[in-house]
């Protein structure tokens, strides 16, 4: 059964599409079978995986309204991975399931259906705390929160700890932090450097130690609509996302062995 991994900040710009796209490309390169929902109206992640946003008549948009199934909307992208688009219909999503019962388990019913076909199922929240976000919540396992080493960053984190723990405490009990992740790091920024120490010292090990540098190969590829991995293999900011996935997958065996 697939891990469900919701990756989010309420903070925009922080490189969460990003990470999820990239990553999402990492862990299909290591012949794990991966699937990605995008839950941003802006449609980035399927841009950004290749996917003309405006030509689709089907997206998760049809998904969280009951009207097509997850596996009618699901598309293969050249990255290896599968995934179900959006564009800008989804913002009307919001407007039209006030009124419905259940509307925060929308996504979570939808993924029942085949979270069995996947190893890795993630979901690329938009950066605000909506309805479209608090079903990501409610559909995932945890939650990955990519974010940059600097002040603002941390006031950020705390709200959105305590968002994670009021999810927990309503609505999705196993939900848990997977781990938080240092983008954009510049390692000759002292204050980045003093974050990043914050970091480790109040979250220990849910700190990833696999940091993603700021990289003008991560920035362009998504202009050429594909993940860094297929834009430049070499580059420091595609070998920081294989290092992720890797790390990602050490730490589930780790915990599936613990188990048995």
Same mark, same amino acid.
């Given at each position: 059964m697939a891990r469900i991994i919701a990756v989010t900040n309420q903070k925009g710009g922080v490189g969460k599409t990003t990470t999820t796209v990239n990553l999402a490309a990492?862990?299909?390169?290591?012949k794990r079978k991966v699937l990605m929902v995008d839950l941003d109206p802006q449609g980035n992640a399927t841009?950004?995986?290749?996917?003309?946003?405006? !030509?689709? $008549? !089907? $997206?998760?948009?049809?998904?969280?309204?009951?009207?097509?199934?997850?596996?009618? =909307?699901r598309v293969s992208t050249s990255a290896k991975y599968d995934l179900i688009p959006a564009n800008r219909d989804l913002a009307g999503a919001e407007v039209e399931l006030v009124q419905e019962m259940a509307r925060e388990w929308r996504l979570k019913k939808a993924l029942e259906s085949i979270a069995s076909e996947y190893d890795y199922i993630l979901l690329d929240c938009p950066p605000a705390l909506n309805l479209l976000t608090v079903n990501g919540l409610c559909a995932a396992h945890a939650v990955m929160i990519?974010?940059?080493?600097?002040?603002?960053?941390?006031?950020?984190?705390?709200?959105?700890?305590?968002t994670i723990k009021r999810v927990r405490a309503h609505?999705?009990?196993q939900l848990e932090i997977e781990g938080l992740?240092?983008?954009?790091?510049?390692?000759?920024?002292?204050l980045a450097q003093q974050v990043s120490a914050q970091l480790q010292q109040y979250f220990g090990d849910k700190v990833y130690r696999t940091v993603i540098?700021?990289?003008? !190969?991560?920035a362009e590829a998504p202009s050429y609509g594909v993940? =860094?991995?297929?834009?430049?293999?070499?580059?420091?900011?595609?070998?920081?996302?294989? %290092?992720? %996935?890797?790390?990602?997958?050490?730490k589930s065996e780790a915990v599936a062995a613990a188990g048995v």
């Open positions: 990492s862990l299909a390169a290591t841009m950004g995986s290749g996917v003309e946003k405006d !030509r689709l $008549t !089907r $997206t998760v948009y049809h998904v969280l309204l009951e009207q097509n199934s997850l596996a009618e =909307v990519p974010m940059q080493c600097e002040y603002y960053a941390l006031e950020g984190l705390s709200d959105l700890v305590k609505l999705n009990p992740l240092r983008t954009m790091f510049d390692p000759r920024n002292a540098p700021r990289n003008v !190969r991560l993940p =860094v991995l297929y834009h430049d293999k070499a580059s420091k900011g595609a070998q920081a996302y294989l %290092a992720l %996935a890797g790390e990602m997958i050490g």
